[in-house]
């Protein structure tokens, strides 16, 4: 088959994620089984459109772009839905113009920011869906602090329009497929299971170490540094550890983010955490790196943790496992899954830091029981993870979605030329995008005042034009004189709202004015 994998993050330009990681895995997974697979990702904020070749995979990398340059108050009042209507609108074109060229049996995309909106609306081709994370679970759960706006509820809304059109669902873990089912109404049983594919080939027990070897039992994180991956709760527990083992050494690595409190760094506040707690020496924090040198960072590791609040099936806990290390994981969402409690690893409870800090002192202090899980581990990822094996899944998922595409290919929501959808959608988001815009104006003097603010900066003559206009209308109240010609320049003003538009040359509303004049007077005539 020939197959489009739509991806916003793809490594290494767009970060080393969890949607990121499964793509490329995934994308060399259907190649090495003998299928031809193309990528459409965004590039670089710096970086032009360009294609890259990762390995015998052609990746198509595109800049974000508006559905309309003019669409000023969307991007003040819905900021996120702006950011998904901006990468799903890139991705949706260069997508079509290379399926124009060269068809594509199926595309493929996640839900999450609802990137597959264009494909699900338009009906196009057989699409698969995939699940990570939709947004309304972040909405349920306040994850990330989100909040049900009606930002972040047109956010989900597209995002549920796009899984109920799509052909085929799939999920990583059992416990995302049941929150979607019920989000959506949907029968569970028509969620596919399918885990997230790796490489043990690369993330295996053998190889170099990233750091040098040790008489300490080394605890591995890797995440980036906010709450929902659970940070907070494993520095409150180093402590608690290092008061019954002194051999212990934390390895912290991962981004830093603005998630603490009032919207400030999280590292800061955990060294502050550590340094109150007299524990910095056996913490040590490392900037997140790339994909390709963390199965080094694994091997130098004995035990991995995985304290995620929430997670749908956290990569770090495959990566983990791949490479031999026995993990720690909480039973909230799908790490439980991966990982088999007392066979590979221990489920915890997750926002526990006294049940992270019981199950850290139960594995340092027994070698033999480390050993015994790391090797169940690496057992489990080879048998039923590797990337092979769960491309050979998929692409049967994908014959499923061909044949489910032709028993409704009438059915989609757009049932003009796909060609037509964007313009389509720029033309109702303009409207929607002055509704907004009109109002603001009409009852908020804050939003007139900035208005005008913005005219005098970039638009001063048009500024002047309509301060002169407002003089002469007052001037012909106040003398009961009319002036005609120079009247009519400022009906047609405000007739055009020039309020919103581009600035128009003296001459062309002398013109209108006059043109306006001329009209009347043929009809006081007749």
């Given at each position: 088959m020939r197959i489009c994998l739509i991806s916003r993050e793809y490594p290494p330009e767009t970060g080393f994620g969890g949607i990121a990681t499964f793509t490329r895995h995934l994308?060399?997974?259907?190649?090495?089984?003998?299928?031809?697979?193309?990528?459409?990702?965004?590039?670089?904020?710096?970086?032009?459109?360009?294609?890259?070749?990762?390995?015998?995979?052609?990746?198509?990398?595109?800049?974000?772009?508006?559905?309309?340059?003019?669409?000023?108050?969307?991007?003040?009042?819905?900021?996120?839905?702006?950011?998904?209507?901006?990468?799903?609108?890139?991705?949706?074109?260069?997508?079509?113009?290379?399926?124009?060229?060269?068809?594509?049996?199926?595309?493929?995309?996640?839900?999450?920011?609802?990137?597959?909106?264009?494909?699900?609306?338009?009906?196009?081709?057989?699409?698969?869906?995939?699940?990570?994370?939709?947004?309304?679970?972040?909405?349920?759960?306040?994850?990330?602090?989100?909040?049900?706006?009606?930002?972040?509820?047109?956010?989900?809304?597209?995002?549920?329009?796009?899984?109920?059109?799509?052909?085929?669902?799939?999920?990583?873990?059992?416990?995302?497929a049941r929150f979607v089912a019920s989000d959506l109404n949907y029968d569970l049983d028509d969620i596919h299971i399918v885990r997230n594919p790796i490489d043990p080939s690369q993330f295996s027990p053998e190889g170099q170490k990233a750091l040098p070897d040790t008489d300490k039992v080394r605890v591995l994180f890797v995440g980036r540094l906010e709450e929902r991956k659970g940070i907070h709760y494993l520095v409150d527990a180093v402590k608690d550890v290092v008061a019954v083992n002194k051999n212990v050494e934390f390895v912290i690595i991962g981004d830093d983010t603005s998630t603490a409190h009032g919207q400030t760094s999280v590292l800061a506040e955990l060294k502050e955490k550590i340094a109150r707690d007299k524990v910095g020496d056996y913490v040590k924090f490392i900037a997140r790196i790339p994909l390709t040198e963390l199965p080094a960072h694994y091997r130098s590791a004995d035990i991995s943790i995985v304290p995620s609040v929430y997670d749908n099936s956290p990569y770090t806990c495959q990566e983990a496992m791949s490479c031999g290390n026995p993990v720690i994981g909480t039973d909230s969402g799908g790490t439980a899954e991966y990982l088999v409690d007392g066979v590979s690893g221990i489920a915890i409870p997750p926002r526990d830091s006294a049940a992270i800090a019981d199950a850290l002192n139960r594995l340092i202090s027994d070698r033999e029981l480390r050993e015994r899980m790391g090797a169940a581990a690496r057992k489990r990822v080879v048998e039923e993870f590797d990337r092979k094996e769960i491309a050979r899944q998929t692409a049967e998922l994908y014959k499923l979605a061909g044949t489910r595409y032709k028993s409704r290919a009438e059915s989609g929501l757009y049932r003009k030329s796909p060609e037509a959808m964007l313009a389509d959608a720029a033309f109702m988001l303009s409207a929607f995008d002055t509704m907004i815009y009109d109002t603001l104006y009409q009852y908020s003097w804050r939003f007139r005042l900035r208005h005008w603010g913005r005219l005098f900066v970039k638009r001063p003559r048009l500024l002047g034009a309509k301060i002169c206009c407002k003089l002469i209308a007052s001037v012909d109240r106040l003398t009961f004189r009319k002036i005609p010609m120079l009247s009519r320049c400022g009906s047609y003003l405000q007739e055009e709202s020039i309020k919103r538009s581009q600035d128009i040359p003296l001459a062309t509303l002398i013109q209108a004015g006059a043109a306006s004049e001329e009209q009347e007077n043929v009809t006081s005539a007749r």
């Open positions: 994308a060399h997974g259907l190649k090495e089984i003998g299928h031809e697979v193309e990528v459409v990702s965004l590039c670089k904020d710096d970086n032009p459109d360009h294609i890259q070749e990762d390995d015998g995979v052609i990746v198509h990398r595109v800049q974000q772009e508006w559905l309309g340059k003019r669409l000023g108050t969307i991007s003040m009042c819905m900021p996120y839905s702006r950011y998904v209507l901006m990468t799903s609108t890139a991705l949706w074109r260069k997508f079509f113009q290379i399926h124009s060229r060269k068809p594509f049996d199926v595309v493929d995309t996640p839900e999450l920011l609802a990137e597959g909106l264009f494909p699900a609306i338009t009906r196009a081709l057989p699409l698969l869906i995939r699940l990570y994370t939709p947004h309304s679970k972040f909405i349920a759960e306040k994850l990330h602090n989100v909040t049900p706006s009606f930002d972040h509820e047109f956010v989900a809304g597209v995002e549920r329009v796009a899984m109920l059109s799509a052909d085929v669902l799939t999920s990583p873990s059992l416990d995302l």
